[in-house]
């Protein structure tokens, strides 16, 4: 890195000399093609399949957040152990209420709905609405244009609670990128970013898209008036993408320009980002890691998993149902965690299943029953 300006190289050595006999990693999906290839490629021996007992306690704890029920255990257990019948479990899963309360809880953590930040009216609303968007598993694109342009009575609307956060807009500004891109720029608040490419200047019109949004007691409201200015130049900044061109005007709300931006299917980030965050709930490691860190400096672990989660999500319309089916119905989501004496120092290729805590909410429901 010099004067700013950042570029990467991954360099890796082979965990053993020669490839391993009898490497066996048969495909469901693509996310098994991505994921045997780098296997292969540093030589590691995948876990073999999780037992019928391991897969059905994990896909309970990660798509409903409770332990199955003994009657439904023994049934399981009772049955021939096929791929149809794990994958028509995976499908039940999806459609239990259960599965709409844990993930609305996962991204109310991710949006940060607190009562403490929107009051019990504002965050009752919120997570209201919220909810009614996982149970009608609305685009997950949609929901993000949703949350940005909204304004209004927060008490009455939902996604008016989004701009509680702050009424600074390099603070939202830092927040949205953070929630929706999995960048951190506030580096960039102060100086050019020492690890990444975002400049003072790509922080501070970043920020301005949110110059206009205001609150007015429980109101969210647009403005007329107030801008962001460059601490050094003074100059007034102009709304720009991270990364993109200066957008042309789009009416009174800025936002509007930011929103069709960031959830448009060629966005290098949104997709990629939002799936990175699923496969970390789900297999305990991001295949970016610290998940809201993405930047050159800190490459994917297999940048065509990756890369082929976003497209296969973009192409079916953002669809978090089936992104977690795609995700838990592959081999690599159902390895044992039993590991053997090459792929024990595996922490990034997920040749094994990655041992997880459990959430401390689905804990405490799991001590109930």
């Not at 807009?169 to 490419?197: I, K, W, Y």
């Not at 809201?292 to 994917?300: G, L, S, Y």
Request: hydrophobic share 40%; aromatic share 8%.
């Amino acid at each position: 890195r010099y004067g700013g300006q950042v570029a990467a190289a991954r360099v890796g050595v082979a965990l053993q000399a020669k490839p391993p006999e009898n490497f066996r990693f048969p495909a469901v999906n693509f996310v098994d093609e991505a994921v045997a290839a780098e296997l292969t490629r540093w030589h590691i021996p995948p876990a073999p399949l999780c037992e019928q007992s391991e897969f059905f306690r994990r896909a309970h704890l990660d798509l409903v957040g409770r332990l199955p029920e003994p009657a439904a255990v023994r049934s399981f257990l009772d049955q021939p152990d096929t791929p149809d019948r794990r994958t028509q479990v995976i499908a039940a899963l999806l459609q239990r209420d259960a599965f709409v309360d844990l993930w609305t809880m996962r991204l109310a953590d991710l949006l940060l709905i607190s009562s403490k930040k929107q009051g019990p009216a504002g965050s009752k609303t919120y997570h209201d609405w919220l909810r009614a968007q996982i149970a009608a598993n609305a685009p997950v694109d949609r929901l993000a244009h949703s949350l940005l342009t909204a304004s209004g009575d927060i008490t009455e609307v939902g996604p008016a609670n989004f701009y509680k956060m702050t009424s600074d807009p390099r603070d939202m500004g830092e927040f949205v990128s953070r929630t929706f891109l999995g960048v951190r720029v506030a580096c960039a608040r102060c100086h050019n970013h020492p690890f990444d490419r975002w400049s003072m200047r790509d922080y501070y019109e970043f920020a301005a898209y949110f110059a206009h949004t205001g609150q007015e007691g429980n109101r969210i409201v647009l403005k007329n008036r107030g801008e962001v200015r460059h601490p050094k130049s003074k100059k007034i900044a102009q709304p720009k993408p991270l990364g993109g061109r200066l957008a042309p005007s789009t009416g009174d709300d800025r936002r509007t320009g930011l929103a069709d931006w960031l959830t448009a299917p060629d966005n290098p980030f949104f997709a990629r980002a939002f799936v990175n965050r699923v496969w970390k709930h789900l297999l305990g490691r991001g295949i970016i890691e610290p998940v809201d860190d993405v930047r050159v400096t800190n490459p994917p672990s297999n940048p065509a998993l990756l890369d082929a989660l976003a497209r296969d999500f973009v192409s079916h319309g953002h669809d978090l149902r089936r992104l977690i089916r795609t995700i838990t119905t592959s081999r690599t989501y159902q390895l044992a965690s039993r590991v053997n004496a090459v792929n024990r120092h595996d922490e990034r290729f997920f040749s094994h299943a990655y041992l997880k805590p459990v959430r401390a909410q689905v804990l405490a429901d799991v001590i109930t029953q």
